[in-house]
């Protein structure tokens, strides 16, 4: 055996792969790699660019990035050379491999040795390689029939460290609700203010009794009802002081809550009503469309009807009894992206959302100084860290309105204006407000994507602190956390209170350090499973091996791999769920969409990053066939104005694919499956040059340009929409600034209100540069 280079006239047969089932027993193994190293001599000095050929790796590519390399070396079982009448006085050997293991034989013995580039430890992979000869000798000694897949490769001590030392988690916690946790928080300060809203003359400010009576009414309204414990209640409101009561309200019934955005289209709207079935719809009169819910089986209470006031009015304020109310009961109900098309419901009882807050108020120590900016979607399973974690501290809730969430710049001013110390967003949001002097007061959380090292860095320069955080909605908001600096790599971190974690491969046993896995977690944030599912539920959520008889784990579907220092390393899905902007989306849901639209025979949706650090979802699609001569139809005749429009209708907008492709047919492989990276990128091009009007002036010029580069795009006409050349609100947002750079004001809001060129010009009402002034400065 010996290293490959210029200079080596063939390759070496340790070189080429020997391929083993890992079902096999040892002894099939090892008639197996008889006869297939057999077969390799026969090649042993082929030319290495013969070779490189074979494989169809790109020229400069290396066949083998490490190497095994077995000596005789009798005689060197002290050190010495092996050969008679030499004394070794000096001896350095060098690699060109990540890693190089040696294996000397002497005869009496077998020495080990490993040489590795960072960062892989030296010393676990001999340890690595000891344990697996160990167990491989013991096996083919009394168990010849064993499977190879079941030789172990780990030590007692790294058992232990991986199971047990690095999810050494466990406290006592005391049985409580959210309710109960809320309502001895207002009772120890009635007088602080628990709430802010708005700004100006039209600025709600409510103190924790005041948001403690407001609840008590409407739930006490609600128990009159007979609403109670294992019941759920639908709630569809704006961004208000009245979503934050109603909220609470649903949880002191001991229901549950179904949290509904109502930007949502109204046709997933009523999807999740008759999936979820809720016993009552809280909601406004102008907020949904007449009739929404009551298909579903609920009573609407639209808060903002009159007649309501009476009987709202006479409902006692004190806090309302709860028979038979138990922390496993479910406090919420949250719906997530379905692979099938069919979103599904997640049952979160309050047992593991009380874990997860007492988890966090150790983390982040908020007391009663804080105030808390809330920005996430109530749809989004986070809103309940920015909601109740300072509503169980003493704290403030700082709730940003509709166009303030959507408006960086507002978010600066809501920030400063309001002493915000603690805010909670994905990447995408904290690069659009990153390196801001508004943020240098603010404990920064980061979670819902990777976070890139980049922002990392310039988020620990300009934050009190930075914490990234990681977590599927299934285990309660977050699982794992840690503090981020500016010269440390980002990491997932560690398990939080009374969570473990496990890295495993796909027979459920832990990988080694620096190996990749599955990630599964178990412990006390764990979900009931998903609403009318359980199917689905038996498939996640899974026997746990490492711990007490009937206990669960739920299979992440995320690969991670452990550090050295017992932290996580992301990385990435094993399946076809993405995350876009912080969004959890899976991408059968997109293609059922498609598929649910006239003309469209197959769809496929990708997230394609044509441009480093912009990720867009894109769709292909493929027409049905033609009429009774079964044609194929024409994809020019595909409207996909019309198609994207179909799919908003039924889709949130950040599920909206920002392009539509219409192809001939789908790309394949030689296998028959769809070959992804054969899928163009989009090619708006010759539709904008159908649609294009010049710029009639130096404003409509300037926006032009800027949506032009914005979008990377050649030009843009004055009609085009932002949003419909593949624009969403953090392009919104570098568009905003990069006009501002040109002394063009323009409001993200205006932006979303009039998103062509010739819109926002008219809107501005001036020919001058200058022509929207954001309503919120």
Same mark, same amino acid.
């Given at each position: 055996? $010996? ?33 297939q190293? $057999?077969e390799?001599?026969?090649h ?15 020229a ?8 095994l390399?077995?000596r ?7 050190g ?31 020495r ?7 960062p ?13 000869i ?27 460290q991986l ?33 802010v809203?708005?700004s ?25 009802d ?35 955005d ?5 046709e997933?709207? +009523? +999807?999740?009503?008759a ?8 909601t ?5 469309? #007449?009739?929404? $819910?009551?298909?579903?089986? +609920? ?48 049952v ?8 997860f807050?007492?988890a ?15 920005v ?8 309940g ?9 003493g ?11 959507r ?20 990447p995408?949001?904290?690069?659009a ?8 007061s ?6 819902g ?38 010269d440390?790599?980002?990491?997932i971190g ?12 796909a ?16 412990g ?7 609403l009318?599912?359980?199917?689905l ?5 899974v026997a ?15 690969? #991670? ?33 498609l ?5 469209? #025979? ?15 979802l ?22 996909t ?10 889709l949130p907008?950040?599920m ?11 790309p394949?492989?030689?296998?028959g ?18 649609s ?5 002036g ?80």
């Amino acid at each position: 055996a $010996g290293e490959a280079s210029d200079r080596t006239p063939g390759l070496y047969i340790n070189t080429l792969p020997i391929r083993i089932d890992a079902t096999q027993t040892l002894d099939q193994g090892l008639g197996v790699v008889q006869a297939q190293l $057999g077969e390799l001599l026969r090649h042993e000095h082929a030319p290495l660019a013969l070779a490189q050929q074979a494989t169809s790796l790109p020229a400069q590519s290396p066949l083998f990035t490490s190497l095994l390399n077995y000596r005789h070396s009798p005689g060197a079982a002290n050190g010495g050379s092996g050969l008679a009448g030499i004394e070794v006085l000096y001896g350095h050997e060098r690699t060109n491999y990540p890693l190089m293991a040696s294996v000397d034989d002497t005869g009496v013995g077998f020495r080990l040795s490993v040489q590795a580039g960072r960062p892989i430890d030296s010393d676990v992979v001999c340890g690595l390689l000891h344990t697996a000869i160990e167990n491989l000798v013991g096996a083919l000694e009394e168990r010849p029939y064993t499977r190879l897949d079941r030789i172990g490769v780990l030590d007692d001590r790294q058992h232990e460290q991986l199971l047990t030392t690095w999810n050494d988690t466990t406290r006592e916690m005391r049985p409580a609700t959210l309710p109960d946790l809320f309502e001895s928080q207002a009772a120890r300060t009635p007088d602080a203010v628990a709430v802010v809203f708005g700004s100006g003359t039209e600025r709600e400010v409510l103190t924790y009794a005041e948001l403690n009576a407001r609840a008590n009414r409407l739930a006490n309204l609600l128990m009159a009802d007979g609403v109670g414990p294992e019941q759920l209640v639908a709630v569809c409101l704006p961004r208000s002081t009245e979503l934050v009561i109603s909220l609470l309200a649903v949880t002191k019934t001991g229901a549950a809550y179904l949290p509904l955005d109502p930007d949502y289209p109204a046709e997933r709207l +009523a +999807a999740t009503l008759a999936d979820g079935r809720p016993t009552v719809l809280i909601t406004t009169g102008t907020t949904m469309a #007449a009739g929404l $819910g009551i298909e579903a089986g +609920a009573r609407r209470i639209d808060l903002d009807d009159p007649a309501l006031t009476d009987p709202m009015g006479r409902q006692p304020v004190a806090n309302p009894a709860r028979p038979g109310h138990h922390p496993e009961n479910p406090a919420y109900v949250i719906f997530t992206s379905g692979s099938t098309g069919r979103p599904k419901g997640v049952v979160v009882p309050h047992a593991a959302l009380n874990n997860f807050l007492a988890a966090m108020s150790d983390r982040l120590g908020v007391d009663e100084n804080d105030r808390l900016l809330a920005v996430t979607t109530i749809g989004f399973d986070i809103a309940g860290l920015e909601l109740y974690q300072p509503l169980l501290s003493g704290a403030t809730v700082v709730l940003a309105d509709r166009d303030e969430v959507r408006d960086p710049d507002a978010l600066r001013s809501l920030v400063a204006r309001e002493s915000v110390t603690v805010m909670q967003a994905t990447p995408s949001l904290w690069q659009a407000l990153a390196a801001d002097d508004a943020l240098r007061s603010v404990r920064a959380l980061v979670g819902g994507e990777a976070l890139p090292a980049e922002l990392a860095r310039t988020l620990a320069d300009t934050a009190v602190s930075v914490t990234n955080l990681y977590g599927p909605t299934e285990t309660t908001i977050w699982s794992t956390a840690s503090a981020v600096t500016a010269d440390t790599s980002v990491s997932i971190g560690r398990p939080i209170l009374n969570t473990r974690v496990y890295v495993l491969d796909a027979a459920l046993r832990p990988v080694p350090v620096g190996v990749p896995g599955e990630l599964y977690i178990a412990g006390n944030g764990l979900a009931r499973g998903y609403l009318g599912r359980p199917g689905l539920t038996a498939e996640r959520f899974v026997a746990c091996p490492f711990g007490a008889a009937g206990e669960r784990m739920y299979r992440t579907g995320d690969l #991670a791999r452990w550090r050295a220092d017992g932290t996580l390393d992301y990385l990435g899905r094993t399946d076809e769920q993405v995350k876009v902007r912080g969004y959890r989306i899976e991408l059968g849901e997109i293609e059922v969409a498609l598929l649910g639209q006239p003309g469209v #025979a197959q769809a496929v949706a990708v997230v394609r990053e044509d441009v480093p650090g912009d990720k867009r979802l894109t769709a292909y699609v493929v027409p049905t066939a033609g009429t009774a001569d079964d044609t194929a139809a024409d994809p020019a005749a595909v409207d996909t104005a019309v198609l994207r429009a179909g799919v908003a209708s039924v889709l949130p907008d950040y599920m909206v694919p920002s392009a539509i492709v219409v192809l001939d047919v789908l790309p394949l492989t030689a296998n028959g499956k769809l070959n992804r990276r054969a899928l163009p990128a989009p090619d708006r091009t010759a539709v904008l040059e159908v649609s294009f009007r010049a710029p009639r002036g130096e404003d409509e010029r300037l926006v032009c340009e800027a949506f032009a580069e914005v979008l990377g795009l050649d030009r843009v006409g004055i009609d085009d929409n932002f949003f419909e050349l593949g624009g969403h609100s953090l392009l919104a947002v570098t568009l905003v600034e990069r006009l501002r750079s040109r002394g063009v004001v323009v409001s993200v809001r205006a932006l979303f209100q009039t998103p062509t060129p010739a819109g926002l010009a008219a809107d501005g009402g001036v020919t001058g540069p200058v022509f929207v002034v954001p309503e919120n400065r």
